[in-house]
């Protein structure tokens, strides 16, 4: 797929945005990210059910879900109490360089998919202004990536994503559906075992 072409307006994708040596700097610069600030279980609101795919944070505020409190974000880690980790240079200069946005992002969501973990169609709305886009990082094995448009009975558009790939949801296409609907174990040697990081850079207030 050719980046842009048939995209929704705000939508980018960038394709082999990070080499190989990018990326292995990227996720050593992840792991000492999750030795400060380990990856943890996220639960769904109300039900408790637990969520696929494992998760940590870094920068000034981090997302996180639970039963009691919900989808929300907060300075701390859930289970250590600490303050999260800064945002790894590489990412800061990638921000700067997509997102067309003047302030700094403030949170980046680390997910971490085993080969069996799914991420169901949803929108990222927890930020209090949407007027920063999200920018997304692919690391590890490919996935089958699903966009949809800013309702969720919108018809949805299926692709492969690949370790290094970008992509960023802005303008008109900031609050579109997408999900993640399966792992391709084996397709990147990447991470020392099969599985994906997806990295999504967030500005949470105005």
Sequence with gaps: MTAGRGLAPGLRYLPDHFDRTAQEALVAAIRQVVAEAPLFVPRMPKTGKPMS???????????????????RYQSTHPETGRPWPAIPDMLLALWNEVSGFSGPPEACLVNFYDPDAKMGLHQDRDESDFSAPVVSVSL?????????????????????????????FGGESRLIFHGVDRIYPGTSTLLKKDGRINLTLRRVNP
């Design 140 to 168: 590890g094995d490919e996935c089958l990536f699903r966009v949809g448009g800013v309702s969720r009975s919108d018809p949805t558009r299926s692709f492969r994503l690949s370790s290094g790939d970008v992509f960023v």
């Design 53 to 71: 795919v494992r998760m940590t944070n870094c920068g000034s505020l981090g997302w996180v879900t639970d039963r009691e409190r919900g989808y």
